[in-house]
């Protein structure tokens, strides 16, 4: 009960109404100190009440008392029965009851008006609670609020107490409606859209919000774009996001293609584009293997178009070339173009004794041999050998950094 009973000790005897297994006994002496165990006393029941409860209820079925006392052995909503329908109202409109009272038991009775589609006692219930009142036990209203389409209470509630608690599918109800009602951009809306998307629960709506809006790990993004593919939702904003993140921590490229591809089609940001041809073809150049094949028509393209290349992507197109079996004329062209590049920039590279025999004899590189060695850019490499056959005499000779942690030494094998 909301207000105690406070009742005179006279005779060291006193009466109250005891209707609940929960109460706490309290004496207070002529100066206002109280006393709880320091007191003994003798609790004695004048009457067995449990006999008489149920003719009071049916004459009085609003008195506080008797409904707490009818439902101290209530644990859990099931333990309701549809005879105690006429006992709800009271908990939720009477001034009586604690507020601490009505948390718990009002959270029992909703979830048994729910269950059993009482539907006409929910959604009253529901808009005569003083939530603030509630603390804590305030997250379990929040899915009901949501399935009543009590909206934007849910939404306060849920933004003040947290969404641990709430139901994926209640979580998705939430931005749905908050976005068709307003453009809600703060961080408690891409909160609750990431949430549910987790759980694997979404709308198109919550999709293309996300794609403009969440900002997380590389693997998430990924996650939400081919989410968003499924419904033919395109975002260059996501696209220009992953692709960023994707080429500042060196993810590997092939993750990534797919999203780069599309990004391409719609003619995204130049550098961008660059960045990230520029990010495979330098892993190209020192693994030897792509999986991104894609990359070299791209770049052969913009060489063709006179567009912007570095070192990386057009090193990358010539070993490109120095590897496949069958040239073009055309191919053979830009070969021969970029081969007479580096070669008169002193760069020289191990693939470049597989190009195409006729531009090895046009270059005279065709008695050299090239030995290819990788470490960390900038460091100082030095190659030790031997000319002799016995190999007991060494030269010593610095390693050229002719790219990105490539290091070459030319040799002449023999003259013609």
């Known amino acids: 009960m909301k207000e105690p009973q406070i009742v005179p000790v006279t005779d060291q005897c006193a009466y109250f109404e005891l209707f609940s297994n929960d109460y706490v006994i309290l004496f207070e002496d002529s100066r206002g100190y109280r006393y709880v165990k320091s007191i003994s006393y003798r609790l004695q029941r004048l009457m067995d009440a449990e006999k008489y409860l149920d003719r009071c209820i049916s004459l009085s079925p609003d008195r506080p008392q008797y409904i707490v006392s009818h439902f101290k052995h209530v644990r859990d909503y099931s333990d309701f029965t549809k005879d105690d329908l006429k006992l709800f109202k009271p908990v939720f409109y009477s001034e009586s009851f604690s507020d601490s009272y009505k948390a718990v038991m009002g959270y029992r009775i909703l979830k048994y008006c729910q269950l059993h589609d009482y539907e006409d006692y929910v959604r009253p219930f529901l808009q005569s609670i003083n939530f603030d009142i509630l603390q804590k036990d305030e997250r379990k209203y929040i899915d009901m609020l949501v399935s009543n389409r009590l909206y934007e209470k849910a939404y306060d509630m849920a933004m003040e107490y947290g969404i641990d608690m709430l139901a994926a599918a209640s ?14 951009d703060d961080d408690f809306m891409v909160q609750l859209a990431i949430s549910a998307f987790k759980t694997g629960k979404y709308s198109d709506l919550v999709l293309k919000y996300l794609c403009e809006n969440y900002t997380g790990p590389t693997d998430e993004l990924i ?4 989410a968003a593919d499924k419904f033919s939702i395109s975002s260059m904003k996501l696209d220009e996001r992953i692709l960023e993140q994707g080429i500042y921590t060196q993810i590997e490229p092939e993750k990534i293609s797919d999203i780069f591809m599309e ?14 041809i520029s990010l ?23 060489f063709i178009g006179n567009r912007t290349l570095n070192d990386a992507c057009q090193l990358a197109l010539l070993k490109h070339f120095a590897e496949k079996t069958d040239i073009t004329q055309a191919e053979l062209e830009i070969e021969d173009t970029l081969l007479k590049y580096y070669i008169y920039n002193n760069m020289y590279f191990d693939f470049f004794a597989r190009l195409d025999y006729r531009l090895l004899e046009k270059y005279f590189i065709y008695d050299k041999a090239f030995l290819q060695y990788e470490s960390t850019p900038g460091a100082h490499v030095v190659l030790h050998y031997s000319r002799d056959e016995d190999g007991e005499e060494f030269n010593s000779e610095d390693m050229v950094e002719m790219y990105d942690g490539i290091y070459v030494k030319t040799f002449v094998i023999f003259f013609r």
């Open 223 to 226: 996650n939400l774009w081919h």
């Open 171 to 184: 979580k998705v109800v939430l931005c749905e409606n908050a976005l068709k009602v307003q453009h809600v």
């Open 263 to 276: 990004y391409y089609k719609r003619a995204g940001n130049e550098k961008l584009i660059l960045a990230y």
């Open 280 to 302: 495979v073809a330098h892993g190209y150049l020192h693994s030897g293997g792509c999986k991104a094949d894609f990359i070299f028509d791209i770049i052969e393209k913009r």
